[in-house]
């Protein structure tokens, strides 16, 4: 399920395979939702819980839950980085997001460790199925240069 259209170089770069990246995400619980409001990307910091393959994501009224409710095509991003030795990695998934409104599926989100972080009403639950699954591991290198794919810093 790769999305990523390049071959990350060898030197300090990993792509991580589906099982990789689907470990790497049950690991945490803030991420970033990417999404299109009024024709204008934004990013969001969400709440999140990986169940069953998909990622649950908490919400309350507002942009996130629109982009939901018209089953919009959104990007999901974890990561973590080590500033300091420069090491890390960083889950990419782009997928459906929707809505739950069925009450089976009210019911069962409601049984999610998914607690709200954001103060106000945040009990609405988007749930993203993953179509495109992609990860990088950012490793140390022995000689201690850095080594930037994008070019010279």
């Given at each position: 399920m790769a999305f990523l259209d390049f071959e990350p170089p060898s030197r300090g770069f990993e792509r991580l395979d589906e099982t990789a990246c689907r470990a790497l995400l049950a690991q945490k619980c803030i991420g970033?939702?990417?999404l299109t409001m009024g024709a204008i990307p934004v990013?969001?910091?969400v709440?999140?819980?990986c169940v069953e393959g998909s990622i649950a994501?908490?919400?309350g009224e507002g942009g996130k839950l629109t982009a939901a409710t018209q089953n919009a095509v959104?990007?999901?991003q974890v990561d973590e980085i080590d500033?300091?030795?420069h090491t890390g990695w960083s889950i990419l998934?782009?997928?459906?997001a929707r809505a739950l409104t069925a009450p089976a599926d009210l019911a069962w989100a409601k049984t999610l460790p998914l607690p709200?972080?954001?103060p106000g009403s945040r009990e609405r639950i988007v749930r993203l199925v993953p179509e495109f699954l992609d990860g990088l591991l950012i490793t140390s290198e022995a000689d201690g240069s850095h080594f930037w794919p994008w070019g010279d810093r």
């Open positions: 970033r939702v990417a990013v969001l910091p709440n999140y819980q994501l908490r919400t959104v990007a999901f500033p300091v030795v998934a782009v997928g459906i709200s972080w954001a």
